[in-house]
């Protein structure tokens, strides 16, 4: 089965640096998008950054100039380097990934979610 798992979070203080990492597994065929959304206490979930299999990408304006997206494709794996790190930055992240995934001649085209990780910015 597919899925994704992400790591990387947790609590560092304003200023600081955190690198996420979400590694796709299973039967995978190719990735198109991945990206990063987060989700702060009592707020939608919003998306942070995310890069297509070119490498073109795409960053909400509260991120620009501190986050930077990236991806391994021999590894199927995206990273997430959060620079400069405000407590505002404090949510959930999530990662998202477009997988075209096979099952010998089957193939299916499926959106997945990881679990999510703690990313926490003390003032």
């Known amino acids: 089965q597919v899925q994704l798992v992400e790591s990387g979070g947790g609590l560092v203080q304003a200023g600081g640096s955190l690198r996420l990492s979400c590694a796709a597994s299973?039967?995978?065929?190719?990735?198109?998008?991945m990206a990063w959304y987060r989700q702060a206490p009592g707020k939608q979930r919003e998306l942070v950054a995310s890069?297509?299999?070119?490498?073109?990408?795409n960053y909400a304006d509260s991120v620009k100039g501190r986050f930077t997206i990236s991806r391994d494709n021999a590894k199927n794996t995206v990273y997430l380097q959060m620079n400069s790190l405000k407590p505002e930055d404090t949510g959930v992240f999530y990662c998202n990934a477009a997988v075209l995934s096979k099952s010998g001649s089957h193939y299916r085209y499926m959106e997945l979610w990881g679990q999510g990780t703690q990313v926490t910015v003390s003032s």
């Open positions: 890069i297509t299999s070119d490498g073109v990408t």
């Open positions: 299973g039967s995978i065929f190719s990735i198109n998008v």
